[in-house]
T-cell receptor
Framework: AQSVTQPDIHITVSEGASLELRCNYS??????LFWYVQSPGQGLQLLLK??????LVQGIKGFEAEFKRSQSSFNLRKPSVHWSDAAEYFC???????????FGTGTRLLVSP | GAVVSQHPSWVICKSGTSVKIECRSL??????MFWYRQFPKQSLMLMAT?????????EQGVEKDKFLINHASLTLSTLTVTSAHPEDSSFYIC????????????FGPGTRLLVL
């Protein structure tokens, strides 16, 4: 069965510092991978997605993610974090094609001044 | 583009009453929509897949008679929580399948339900 692991429950980063959020997946075929962000009390906003092609994908708000098949990973990165980036970040893999999403447990990002 | 709305954004109701939540794709048509439930500080759990013009497909453990889903048009799906009880209190989020090849889920802002 498909699964997604986000090993970090919380991460605190200083404003202006770089960020990397980890995501590992388990899926038998070529995965469809997504990163979503959720602000408190809000729905999810799509940051970026990977289906095929270039393994480094660019998203909104200055985020990027790199697909590494050998490591079954799809880590999210940002070179310089802003206070407004504080939120919950979810990695997801499309199961059954992309009709269903299996979500990781999320990583809460805290940004310190 | 790809905006999904939900109404209401929050609702408080008495135990035993029914509550209807609407999910609309505002600028695209969605033959498939999804309903999720999210408990505090937890991830999203898929409840059901809603397909326009057909019956919803429920995930294992989800009571289809309690959570009625109707997808009557290409832009609207509704979730009705029937005979709500306090344990149904949660954050309900819908998504609509869109994108160039219908491959991306776009999420609504969520509905917070509190059953007293």
């Amino acid at each position: 069965a498909q699964s997604v692991t986000q090993p970090d429950i919380h991460i605190t980063v200083s404003e202006g510092a770089s960020l990397e959020l980890r995501c590992n997946y388990s899926y038998g075929a070529t995965p469809y991978l997504f990163w979503y962000v959720q602000s408190p009390g809000q729905g999810l906003q799509l940051l970026l997605k990977y289906f095929s092609g270039d393994t480094l994908v660019q998203g909104i708000k200055g985020f990027e993610a790199e697909f590494k098949r050998s490591q079954s990973s799809f880590n999210l990165r940002k070179p310089s974090v802003h206070w407004s980036d504080a939120a919950e970040y979810f990695c997801a893999v499309g199961a059954g094609g992309f009709q269903k999403l299996v979500f990781g447990t999320g990583t809460r990002l805290l940004v310190s001044p | 583009g790809a905006v999904v709305s939900q109404h209401p954004s929050w609702v408080i109701c008495k135990s035993g009453t029914s509550v209807k939540i609407e999910c609309r794709s505002l600028d695209f048509q969605a033959t498939t929509m999804f309903w999720y439930r999210q408990f505090p500080k937890q991830s999203l759990m898929l409840m059901a897949t809603s397909n326009e013009g057909s019956k919803a497909t429920y995930e294992q453990g989800v009571e289809k008679d309690k959570f009625l889903i109707n997808h009557a048009s290409l832009t609207l799906s509704t979730l009705t929580v029937t005979s709500a009880h306090p344990e149904d209190s949660s954050f309900y989020i819908c998504s609509a399948l869109g994108g160039a090849s219908g491959e991306t889920q776009y999420f609504g802002p969520g509905t917070r339900l509190l059953v007293l």
